[in-house]
Nanobody, 126 residues
Framework: QVQLVESGGGLVQPGGSLRLSCAAS????????IGWFRQAPGTEREGITC????????LYTDSVKGRFTISRDNAKNTVYLQMNSLKPEDTAVYYC???????????????????WGQGTQVTVSS
């Protein structure tokens, strides 16, 4: 069955970096765009970035643009999220999700995704 498993979360100081991984199984990763979402307590889930099936196109929400980088290795069935210059407001549970299409159509909308990981906690605090 389709599975997405996030890892790499943890506690980091402001200004620090983390790299999240999303390991995919049960389907051909190269056939789908993958997105990352995050949800802080008391807020709605926010779509922050997406990468097309080939990796040739990436999109970011303004709040992470220039600080976060999404990438993928289809041979390793893994998508990555490199997060730099982290801020306390980046604290959230981070989820990867499989888009229903190979391109990042409406990447910010969770309705475009049909499979989700369980999430990994990222806490940015001194």
């Amino acid at each position: 069955q389709v599975q997405l498993v996030e890892s790499g979360g943890g506690l980091v100081q402001p200004g620090g970096s983390l790299r999240l991984s999303c390991a995919a199984s049960g389907f051909t990763l190269a056939g789908y765009a993958i997105g990352w979402f995050r949800q802080a307590p008391g807020t709605e889930r926010e779509g922050i970035t997406c990468i097309s099936s080939s990796g040739g196109s990436t999109l970011y929400t303004d709040s992470v643009k220039g600080r976060f980088t999404i990438s993928r290795d289809n041979a390793k069935n893994t998508v990555y999220l490199q997060m730099n210059s982290l801020k306390p407001e980046d604290t959230a549970v981070y989820y990867c999700a499989r888009h229903s299409y190979r391109l990042c159509r409406r990447f910010y909308s969770d309705k475009e995704y049909n499979y989700w990981g369980q999430g990994t906690q990222v806490t940015v605090s001194s």
